[in-house]
């Protein structure tokens, strides 16, 4: 009997509006335990998404019954940081149900829309690549891809950001201190997970190690389901958590410290305690390396066990299983596999380094050396000592046939050692990678190109081009169009009379054949509109700054980062103030002033990693600006200057719908593809942009009419940098006045002023801000120009949504299913 019921499952679970109701007190009453006294809009939350996970589940357990019995290949997608959000509004989206209960809360005498807000995001991740790993999972499912996710369920996701008197404060992410209502946790899937230790020959020939002692945790398993759209396949995202190990070393006990080993015990729960909250900076700490094998060594035993569930050959695993790296962070799962497979089932070498380098792939995410990752040899051989004898003997194997490739060259054979023999001794863990996967991918064209003719050239010679591929970023559109904007999608919907773009972006093309009709722009216009004023209200709530709607809404989002250049853009937000300033001195009027200057707003938010003290002094100055600007009654409203405090996933969801012009500035070469340029452009956002990254294909795609482009090529910035340390010029006279003013005082006298201007100043000037600083200011001149013609500007609106069929993630998946994984999708029996 318990077997025909759980098959029959909650699979065809009711979804009319009565049984909702029903299902929702249920969990009220009998999994949460409220009464009409204590239920407050948190724990309706709750039981609506507890009633929403239930269908979840029942999706879930008939996909992953499929998955196994169509015994089909599967691609374990491997990544320390998913950056999801919220889920239960893209929950109810993709199983198409919004409007059974939207009025069956309605009758229960709350709103669907507010209970969205009770939702506290989920940060695992700190930026583009995290939030890279949420869109792929959304596609995955969405494309009945037999695909698992696996991560670590990190207890502080990224820090929360307050503005405390104009600079950032970071406070902890505390996300999980309730019940988290999506995860399952798994007690009885749990793996141990050995640190430290020693390695003891068991047998000289054939020769039989085994790795002993150390400390041991437990790695425990915490499912959480991933809808599709469009489908009723659902698949898992599984996050490991550390726990204390289940045998405990009596020793300890009998030495009569109870306490102590009780308290060492749960020393071991740190593993899994934070989220490094690091972008584009490498930091050799120890428990960085802790949590990265912590969770390589529990996902390859979970995979091999499943894999393992028929008889096998080892061979086979790389028609079974293909395991994608997301960037290095999990490539030592490159030298776990390579070790379980010789230590602990017996394989010969050669044999085993075969099977391990057909199952693995790895995608890099930037050429920022600061950003590659190198563990110093002492601390990686104190950690794993089996693994650092492991990496000798691959990376002997290795240069013998460097050797026999290029004889003598002794320069090729330092390069591309996966020893990097300068003090402190170190691994890099990106060759590791490269040796140890069939492809590696960048995440856009331009990426792609320099990582085959720069740092990774010697490799790409030598494994010749097939090895490396373009995977170019792509957004998912259910989060990023359907969800964040609902008037958009309508619109969308109504002029392409169907919502077939939702699962199909390439249809966003049809609206091309609208676009001299002037209702289509009126639609464009009016969601617009809208959508600022939904923003508009947000500034004013969280910034108390009132914002004119009409105004240009000019935004920068993301991470504070130098070579993003959030810099330049407040730069010339000062110039732009200055001008307004010496008109309104010259005696202009209102008409003048309103005729000489467009009226913008400034918007800016993102986290400064809390070491990078350049990124912070950047966020200061920006506060301080924005204090002087929006309290000068000469500017009025012409412009206002603000920062948004603690950029996440949701608010971001009402930001990219409310962007005019969106800033990708970034010194070209060095943003790897950028995502968010997809989220704002396909919100019907211009672009002003350098030729980098991802950008350049939009470009490409909407037609350079579109966009504002400007600045050096990304094949002219050595050339740049070498000539301003040979013959530096001087500041260009705009950079030069703006740099005065805050020198002397126009934004207030703060210590981290001159630590500013001195870091990019004269022959200083690693990003470029002085060489494209005039070719920026004439871009955002072209800017104001579209944007006081409306019709030429949401001509161009238009244009770009329309374009933008190819930067669905939808599409980037597709790519890795076919070229690299070679995995077909599986929809549920
Ligand atoms: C991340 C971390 C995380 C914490 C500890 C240390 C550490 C060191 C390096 C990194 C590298 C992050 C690389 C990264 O986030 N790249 C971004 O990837 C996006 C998705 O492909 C891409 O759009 C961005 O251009 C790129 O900067």
Same mark, same amino acid.
């Given at each position: ?58 999706? /879930? ?88 996710? @696996? ?23 505390? /996300?999980?201190? @309730? ?11 749990? #793996?141990?997970?050995?640190? @430290? ?13 085994? /790795? ?149 792939? !790895? ?28 990496? #000798? ?107 077939? /773009? ?270 494209? !600083? ?56």
């Amino acid at each position: 009997l318990l077997w025909t019921l759980l098959t029959q499952g909650m699979e065809n679970m009711d979804r009319d509006v009565e049984s909702i109701q029903k299902h929702i007190v249920n969990h009220c009453q009998f999994t949460l335990a409220r009464t009409q006294f204590n239920l407050d809009s948190f724990g309706l939350y709750q039981a609506t998404a507890l009633s929403i996970k239930d269908h979840l589940l029942g999706m /879930w357990n008939v996909t992953q019954q499929t998955f196994t019995n169509k015994d089909v290949k599967r691609v374990y997608y491997l990544s320390l940081e998913f950056l999801v959000g919220r889920a239960l509004q893209n929950a109810v989206l993709n199983l198409d149900i919004e409007g059974e209960y939207s009025q069956a809360l309605m009758e229960l005498g709350t709103d669907l829309e507010k209970l969205y807000e009770e939702e506290k995001d989920a940060a695992l991740g700190n930026g583009g690549l995290g939030r890279l790993a949420a869109c792929f999972m959304d596609s995955l499912a969405t494309l009945d891809y037999p695909a698992w996710g @696996y991560g670590i369920r990190y207890r502080y996701g990224m820090f929360a950001q307050k503005i405390v008197d104009g600079a950032q404060v970071e406070f902890p992410d505390y /996300w999980i201190s @309730y019940l988290n209502v999506w995860e399952i946790p798994r007690i009885d899937v749990s #793996y141990s997970v050995r640190f @430290y230790g020693e390695v003891r020959v068991v047998s000289d020939s054939p020769r039989v190690v085994e /790795w002993v002692g150390g400390e041991v945790v437990q790695a425990v398993a915490y499912d959480v389901p991933i809808p599709g759209y469009g489908t009723k396949n659902c698949i898992n995202l599984r996050l490991w958590s550390a726990k204390p190990a289940k045998e405990f070393d009596l020793q300890s006990f009998n030495q009569g410290d109870y306490l102590g080993a009780i308290e060492d015990r749960h020393k071991s729960e740190n593993i899994s305690q934070v989220l490094y909250p690091n972008d584009n900076t490498y930091m050799g700490k120890e428990l960085r390396l802790k949590q990265q094998y912590f969770f390589v060594r529990a996902t390859l035993q979970d995979i091999l066990r499943r894999f393992l569930k028929r008889p096998r050959e080892w061979e086979e695993l790389p028609d079974k299983v293909a395991i994608q790296l997301n960037d290095t962070h999990p490539s030592i799962g490159i030298v776990e596999l390579l070790r379980i497979l010789v230590d602990e089932h017996g394989l010969e070498f050669e044999r085993a380094w075969g099977i391990v380098v057909k199952s693995f792939h !790895f995608t890099n995410h930037t050429v920022l050396p600061e950003a590659l990752e190198k563990w110093p040899v002492e601390l990686l051989g104190h950690l794993l000592p089996r693994h650092l004898d492991l990496i #000798y003997d691959i990376n002997y194997r290795f240069l013998q046939q460097v050797q026999a490739w290029r004889p003598g060259d002794m320069d090729v054979l330092a390069r591309m050692s996966l020893i990097d023999e300068a003090h402190p001794r170190s691994i890099r863990m990106a060759n590791l990678a490269i040796i140890g996967s069939t492809h590696v991918n960048g995440v856009a064209a331009l990426h792609t190109q320099l990582l085959k003719t720069t740092i990774f050239k010697d490799f790409c010679e030598f494994f010749g081009e097939s090895k490396f591929q373009n995977k170019t970023n792509g957004v998912t559109p259910r989060r990023w169009l359907h969800q964040a904007n609902p008037g958009l999608a309508a619109v969308i919907t109504s002029w392409l009379e169907s919502d077939a /773009w939702i699962a199909n972006l390439d249809e966003l093309a049809g609206l091309r054949a609208h676009i001299d009709n002037p209702e289509l722009a009126a639609d464009f216009a009016r969601v617009k509109r809208a959508n600022k004023v939904r923003l508009a209200e947000l500034i004013q709530s969280t910034n108390g700054i009132e914002v004119d709607p009409d105004a240009l809404f000019d935004i920068q989002v993301k991470r504070i980062h130098e070579y993003k250049r959030q810099l330049m853009n407040i730069l010339a937000v000062i110039v732009r103030y200055l001008a307004i300033k010496e008109a309104v001195a010259g005696g202009a009027s209102k008409a003048e002033l309103a005729a000489a200057f467009v009226a913008r707003v400034s918007i800016f938010a993102g986290k400064a990693a809390p070491g990078y003290h350049n990124a912070k002094r950047i966020i200061r100055l920006i506060t301080a600006v924005a204090d002087v600007v929006n309290n000068d009654p000469d500017v009025g409203s012409l412009l206002k200057v603000v920062f948004m405090p603690n950029y996440n996933v949701s608010l971001a969801e009402v930001i990219f719908p409310g962007t005019d012009l969106s800033e990708q500035i970034s010194c070209s070469g060095m943003e790897a593809s950028g995502t968010g340029v997809g989220k704002a452009t396909l919100n019907g956002a211009l672009l002003i942009c350098t030729m980098d990254g991802a950008s350049i294909e939009i470009a490409e795609e909407i037609g350079h009419d579109q966009v504002f482009v400007f600045g050096a090529l990304a094949s002219e910035v050595d050339g740049l940098r070498a000539q301003v340390q040979f013959n530096t010029p001087p500041d260009c006279a705009p950079l030069a006045k703006a740099k005065a003013a805050i020198r002397d005082g126009t934004f207030g006298n703060y210590d981290e002023f001159p630590l500013l201007l001195d870091s990019f100043s004269g022959r200083n000037d690693y990003y470029l801000i002085n060489t494209d !600083f005039e070719s920026y200011l004439d871009a955002q001149a072209r800017a104001d120009a579209v944007y006081r013609d409306q019709d030429a500007w949401l001509r161009k609106a238009i244009l770009s949504t329309a374009g933008m069929g190819f930067f669905s993630s939808d599409r980037t998946i597709r790519q890795y299913a076919e070229e690299i994984w070679g995995v077909k999708p599986c929809p549920r029996e």
